[in-house]
Structure formats: structure tokens, C-alpha cells
């Protein structure tokens, strides 16, 4: 994917509105990091703007100056810029995901939208999502998005919705509704089983958007945030006591939790937030975090490496077929090229 910008920005797919109310408000840029997690969130704020008052992160319209931390046998990584934002915190990418088709789709939070980009890196189009989170490829070959991911959720309850990522005119379709507490991550099994991530726990849902009460009750689990799954176990990170916890459970067994790791900021003795994450093909877990680290685990022996030091993340996707490329969203808003070391 190059770095050329699109030559109509604002070039939607033509589709109906899936709760936009909002969708022209720019002004509640700060909504989703406040709210629910305000605590939490604030005390990592300050370690960040602390960061920022040493010169660790980049001007708002800088290029990333990524740097990898001197740990013991964590390869630097090298990054560059994928696709830049028109208008910085404005475009911020809080989820990328890939289609089957191998365009990237990019959840534009404050712009209220999933827009395509083709393996040029140019803009193909836009489905409006009212503040979208995760957006996964399902078994059936649909897009799955959350939607609602925000506080205020509590009062416009979010969910899932589904479409057609290769139809001409994307028709979404709501699969799951009515959660108030800030749906953020989803993550599919290999049955088809559709988890997601809220801020007061993971929910199992069948196939038909039924969420299954009894297992989401014991997979209780404050400050949720991002997910995945391999092998019938699920990695999920979490920001509530501590910040900054990676932990892990059978899907059989929710109850069962075994912690990662607790991956701290850059400020010594300050906790980091740690956002969205993956997990390759090889069990290793890449996650990405408010104050710009983009930390590996090996989750068999619980050892933690930082890979990558930018600006702050959202979230991390492998490019198809090409395994050492990974993709991750920034709060600023580019979406930017990891490359690993090979």
C-alpha cells in the first residue's frame, strides 16, 4: 500500500446512515478517552504529556520518529507512513482491519465512518458507522464493526454491525445491539463465534447476535479493550487495576485467567494503556499502546519486548501474505507500516 492521498477524501459509498446522529459532530474529539475510563485513562494522559514535555512524541503534524527500545533480543522494527490524515486527531484510526479482497478498512472515530483503502493506498469509499471500533472479516466473508465506541453508549447503546465490503452500495446490517458499556474489541473463533470487548467484559454471542448470557457473566472483567484468539484461547488487554495488563483464558473456561504481562509507559513507575492487539500464526501477540510502543509477548513464557517506540496507538493488523508488514492506527490519524525484522 503506498502513501498517496486520495483525490476525493470525502468520496462515501453510497449507503444509508447506520446511526449517525452524531456523524457531522466533530466536537466531542476527546468523548472516547474520557467517560467510562476517565480514572484510568487520565492518570496514562499525563504520563504521555509528560512524555511529550521531553520531546519523546512527535509534533502533531510531524512524521513518526519511531525509534525501537535496547531490549535484550527484541529486534528493532522500521516503520513508515502508509496512509497520512487530512486533519490530525480529526482522522484519528482507531481500528484497521483487511476485507477478503485485501483493501484495508479503517475505523475513522471522530469522522463517524469505515473507509476502504485500496492496495495503492487510495480511498475507495466510506460506510458511515456512528463512532466505529474493531472492524473484523467474518467467516461468511462480511465486515463485522463495532459500533458505539464511546461513553456515550451508555446512552446510545452500541453493538455489531455487519456488510458486503465487495458490494457496490454496502447495505449494514445490525447484529448485535444495546450495549452500554463501550463495546471496543471483537474477534471471531474458528467456529464462527463472535466475542467482543466491552469495558465491563467479554461477550460471546451465537450466530445469530444472541449474546450468551451465562458465559459473558463469568468473563466479567473490567476495562476490556482490545482482543484476539487462537486455539479456543482468548488474549485480551485490559486498563482498570492495573493499566496495562495483557491476560489470557480458554474459551471454555473464562474464569480461568493467566496475566501476560503488565506492560508499563515510558514514565518510570507510570503503567502504560494498552489498546487493540493481534496475534500472528506463530502464538506471538503484538500490542499497541497509549504511549506509542508497539510491545511483542510470547505468551507460552510470558516474556515482553518493545518492538517499536512512535507516536500513541490504537490498534494492529497483519497485512495478508505478508506476515512481517503489520498496519497500526494512530490517534493522530495515520495509519502507519511496521516492518519487522526478518
Not at 54 to 75: M, S, T, Y
Not at 193 to 207: D, E, M, P
Not at 219 to 248: C, F, K, Q
Request: net charge neutral; hydrophobic share 40%.
Amino acid at each position: 500500500m503506498g502513501i498517496r492521498r486520495p483525490r476525493h477524501p470525502s468520496g462515501r459509498v453510497g449507503v444509508p446512515a447506520v446511526r449517525v446522529g452524531m456523524a457531522a459532530r466533530v466536537g466531542p474529539v476527546l468523548t472516547k478517552r474520557v467517560g467510562l475510563t476517565l480514572t484510568t485513562r487520565v492518570t496514562s494522559v499525563l504520563a504521555v504529556l509528560a512524555a511529550c514535555v521531553c520531546g519523546a512524541l512527535p509534533a502533531a503534524n510531524a512524521e513518526p520518529a519511531a525509534r525501537a527500545d535496547a531490549v535484550a533480543g527484541c529486534v528493532p522494527a522500521r516503520v513508515e507512513t502508509a496512509l497520512p490524515a487530512d486533519i490530525p486527531i480529526v482522522d484519528w484510526s482507531e481500528n484497521v482491519g483487511f476485507d477478503a479482497a485485501g483493501d484495508l478498512w479503517v475505523s475513522r472515530l471522530y469522522r463517524n465512518e469505515v473507509r476502504r483503502y485500496d492496495r495503492t493506498g487510495a480511498s475507495t469509499g466510506a460506510v458511515p458507522v456512528e463512532f466505529p471500533g474493531a472492524v473484523r472479516l467474518g467467516p461468511d466473508g462480511l465486515l463485522y464493526v463495532v459500533y458505539g465506541d464511546a461513553p456515550t453508549s451508555a446512552l446510545r447503546p452500541g453493538g455489531i454491525l455487519r456488510f458486503d465490503p465487495a458490494a457496490a452500495q454496502p447495505h449494514p446490517e445490525v447484529v448485535v445491539s444495546g450495549l452500554t458499556t463501550m463495546p471496543n474489541g471483537a474477534a471471531f473463533d474458528t467456529d464462527g463465534t463472535l466475542y467482543i470487548a466491552t469495558n465491563t467484559g467479554v461477550l460471546r454471542t451465537t450466530r445469530d447476535g444472541v449474546i450468551d448470557r451465562d458465559w459473558s457473566a463469568r468473563a466479567a472483567i473490567p476495562g476490556a479493550n482490545g482482543i484476539a484468539i487462537r486455539d479456543h484461547t482468548v488474549y485480551l488487554t485490559t486498563n482498570a487495576a492495573p493499566l496495562g495488563r495483557v491476560l489470557s483464558f480458554p474459551t471454555a473456561a473464562p474464569d480461568q485467567r493467566t496475566i501476560l504481562a503488565d506492560i508499563p509507559s515510558r514514565i518510570p513507575g507510570v503503567p502504560d494503556f494498552t489498546d487493540d492487539l493481534i496475534i500472528d500464526d506463530s502464538g506471538t501477540l503484538y500490542v499497541a499502546t497509549l504511549s506509542g510502543t508497539l510491545t511483542r509477548i510470547d505468551p507460552t513464557i510470558h516474556t515482553t519486548c518493545t518492538i517499536l517506540t512512535t507516536e500513541p496507538l490504537t490498534s494492529v493488523a497483519a497485512t495478508p501474505g505478508h506476515p512481517s508488514d503489520l498496519l497500526v492506527g494512530t490517534e493522530r490519524g495515520p495509519v502507519l507500516r511496521v516492518i519487522l525484522a526478518s
